[in-house]
């Protein structure tokens, strides 16, 4: 490989090193404990300084193993290293204004927007939508009768269309066995008449799926219920009721269901509120006509020049 594409390719050089070296120590190399020296200046490179955090930010992002593979001293040298070498492509683009490319300007600025559109959801959705513990067991005593274990079949269909086309015949009085047998993708059911045995609440992670299986009684059929496996008809057969000691065991699949349903109630919100305060425009017949075929990610000039 030649020199310009070694140090285009950096990154990725970088991380088989360190992820070469992590396999050293495990057969048994011998390396240093990292220093903690805070921000400490490791090398200084026309008058720019780069710190400890500056190293230890680096090789995080390249690696999660970088603190281990970085114990051993010749490793820190030749990542140093790349990381002066770096610091002076960054000075000399900059002398040379290649920071002005119209091109760049855009990759640069949608970058941008990602890392503020990120932080902005962090700041305003995520910090502000947390289930406190009262929150928590507050939804466990109003619902614990429904959070126990459903003895629960289903028939799992590719589309929509096809799982309307089940619940039409479900509703139409055709036995629920027959039709998963018919039409079910999953074949370790399909032949069970969709027995999936008992399910507990916690082993359910969609909340659409919780909802349509635990709030049924006995010998109901819910609706269609869309998942990352396809689209499900479901059926409870039995169901046994939570007790107050499985609390404990079941508090963090709360929280985390709570959290999202605060998330996405406080999301709409603050959508709602930018929306109603922007002027906004849109114009329908160009959306129809995008088009794809020639399109190209931000960068991509970059690498091909």
């Known amino acids: ?57 680096e090789a995080v992002s390249i690696s999660p193993y970088a603190a281990q593979a970085l114990a051993d001293p010749k490793t820190r040298e030749k990542f140093l290293d790349s990381l002066i070498s770096k610091r002076l492509f960054v000075q000399d ?8 490319d119209p091109e760049l300007v855009k990759a640069l600025n949608q970058t941008k927007e990602t890392l503020l559109t990120r ?44 799982a309307r086309s089940v619940k039409a015949k479900l509703d139409a009085g055709e036995p629920f066995a027959k039709l998963a047998k018919q039409y079910s993708q999953d074949a370790s059911t399909k032949d069970k008449g ?20 635990f709030k049924l009684h006995p010998g109901d059929v819910g609706g269609i219920v869309q998942s990352s496996n396809g689209y499900h008809v479901v059926k409870v057969t039995d169901k046994k009721p939570a007790k107050d000691a499985q609390f404990d065991s079941m508090k963090a699949t709360i929280k985390q269901d709570l959290d999202v349903k605060k998330r996405e109630t406080l999301l709409d919100s603050v959508v709602k509120g930018l929306r109603d305060k922007a002027k906004v425009t849109t114009n329908s017949d160009a959306l129809k006509d995008v088009s794809f075929q020639d399109a190209k990610a931000p960068g991509d000039e970059h690498q091909e020049k």
């Open 1 to 57: 490989m030649n020199k310009v594409l070694k140090y285009l390719a950096v990154s990725a050089a970088l991380a088989m090193t360190l992820a070469a070296c992590n396999q050293d120590t495990k057969a048994g190399g011998k390396g240093t404990t990292a220093a903690s020296g805070g921000g400490a200046v490791l090398a200084e490179v026309n008058g720019e300084k780069i710190t400890t955090e500056d190293f230890k930010a």
């Open 93 to 100: 683009a900059l002398k040379k204004g290649y920071d002005k």
């Open 119 to 162: 932080e902005y959801l962090k700041k305003e959705v995520v910090e502000k939508s947390t289930a406190t513990d009262k929150d928590i067991k507050d939804f466990f005593d109003k619902n614990k009768a429904d959070m126990g274990s459903v003895r629960l079949s289903h028939i799992l269909v590719k589309t929509e269309a096809e």
């Open 194 to 213: 969709g027995d999936l045995g008992y399910v507990e609440w916690s082993q359910l992670g969609s909340q659409s799926l919780k909802d349509a299986a």
